[in-house]
């Protein structure tokens, strides 16, 4: 079988900044949880599974699929181009999105418009995460989108060592190379300043506090904006 449009979520134990913070708790959830189970909501994907490495750590991270019902496939820690690939090459996918597991308010309404933006304009690739095109989302909202033919144009011709540790890198030093274009975020989130990823404890603890005043793991990106929102202080 032939998916349209196959998620990866790339999801490691290891963590020099933050430790295991993979399975640090949001609410009575995992960080991963909420990752799994908000990708699950996009209508746009039709196969999600989980890319993680060989390493013993991350049997937790199978463990951790399993119990959310969805698949997964091991490979290198450190050439992860090569790990994304191969998931990809084992599910036949005509597009694939890969979805960072440090963003745990990843919202399944903007994964959605992506892959539309992205279809409609035939692009090779396109994103919703990065801020050097301009489209004004808050950080850990979105993921990227590509063509199977980009992902492996990328597997062949990227040689340097942070190409392979990086999966997009390549496309980011050959933007020449490639059809793209972006979505720009809607008016109520649109607040390139705002930060929801996870990388710190810094970063941890603001997230709880922003549970702690209502952020729940089935809330949308306006509702995490808005009351994100009133706890800025100027």
């Not at 060592?161 to 809607?186: G, W």
């Not at 990106?221 to 009133?230: L, T």
């Amino acid at each position: 079988m032939k998916f349209q449009n196959l998620g990866i979520i790339q999801a490691r134990i290891g963590s020099k900044r933050l430790k295991n913070k993979m399975v640090l708790r949001l609410d009575s959830h995992r960080i991963l949880d909420w990752v799994i189970k908000r990708c699950k909501l996009s209508k746009s994907i039709d196969k999600l599974v989980i890319a993680t490495s060989t390493k013993t750590n991350d049997d937790l991270i199978c463990h951790i699929a399993n119990e959310n019902e969805i698949e997964f496939f091991r490979g290198s820690e450190n050439d992860v181009l090569k790990r994304f690939y191969l998931t990809y090459k084992k599910y036949n996918s005509s597009n694939v999105t890969r979805i960072c597991a440090d963003n745990p308010f990843i919202d399944p309404i903007e994964l959605d418009k992506l892959y539309d933006f992205f279809i409609k304009n035939s692009l090779d690739y396109s994103c919703n995460h990065q801020q050097k095109f301009k489209n004004k989302y808050p950080d850990g909202f979105g993921a990227e989108i590509f063509t199977s033919e980009a992902l492996n144009k990328i597997n062949e011709k990227a040689f340097l060592s942070h190409h392979r540790e990086h999966v997009t890198s390549y496309i980011y030093d050959n933007l020449n190379e490639f059809k793209i274009s972006t979505p720009v975020a809607s008016e109520k989130i649109n607040f390139p300043k705002l930060k929801f990823d996870i990388d710190t404890s810094h970063d941890y603890n603001y997230l709880k506090k922003l549970v702690e005043k209502g952020v729940h793991i089935n809330s949308s990106a306006e509702d995490i904006v808005s009351i994100a929102k009133k706890l800025i202080t100027y």
